[in-house]
């Protein structure tokens, strides 16, 4: 019989190999950024609020916090690098106001994160605090995190179309939460559980508003027919095909 660290640790290499596709996903999304040299109607709020999860979960499993969490620690070190890299190319082609915004955010981010660290090392001499206090952290961060989408989700309501949310992106986000969860469950850390349960249930939701308004969704290069106006000069009568781009 498998043994529970066992089973944990497979489902934590699981884990570790769909968070790398979560982290991995927009890019769809960021080379379509990068030809159109705009942002469009994308928001920054899920890549700064993945970056900040990232962080403090890269804390929490570093063994000076939380020993023996080298899956958490392995996969939100490459987090690190994917987030910081979409932060930067969004902040390259977003609008002036996007920008400045973002850059506030950032730097309360950093302000944050540095006092935490400070605050926990030296306020903090066990394990088990430092794991607490992270860890709770970590929740309400997570938590942010996995409902950053809720803004994109609104749009999609209001607007009957599913462009800026992209599928692929909903349903790996899904996936990590249950997979993730799982983790956790196995032997148990309320830590992980909670925001990753939070994470299966609007990554589910998600999935859900993909496929309700995917038909309502306007699609690029729909051809119309309009009628022919006629003028002294025309001969013939019928219908021309119009290619309407978006």
Known sequence: ??????????????????SFGLFLSPVPTFWRIYKAKDVE??????????????????FYGLPIVHPNSTLVLTI???????EGAYIIIFTIYAAKNTRRKMLGVLALEAAFMAAV????????HT?????????????????IMYA???TIMGKVIRTKSVEYMPFFLSLVNFLNGCCW?????????????????????????QLILYFYYYR???????????????????VTSGNVSVTIEK
């Open 148 to 150: 950053s989408p809720l």
């Open 181 to 205: 969860m799982g983790y956790a469950l196995i032997k148990f850390d309320i830590y992980i559980t909670i925001p990753n349960a939070l994470g299966t249930i609007f990554g589910l939701i």
């Open 117 to 124: 660290v400070a605050g926990v090392l030296l306020g903090a």
């Open 41 to 58: 109607e994308f928001k920054p709020d899920p890549y700064l609020a993945t970056l900040m999860n990232c962080l403090l979960w890269f």
């Open 127 to 143: 394990h088990e605090k430092r794991s607490m206090i992270v860890g709770i952290l970590c929740v309400i961060f997570g938590s």
């Open 216 to 234: 309502s969704t306007p699609k690029k290069g729909k051809n119309v027919e309009l009628p022919t106006v006629l003028t002294k000069n025309a």
């Open 76 to 82: 939100n070190g490459i987090g690190l690098v994917i």
């Open 1 to 18: 019989m498998v043994s529970a660290d066992v089973a944990r640790n497979i489902v934590g290499i699981i884990g570790n190999v769909i």
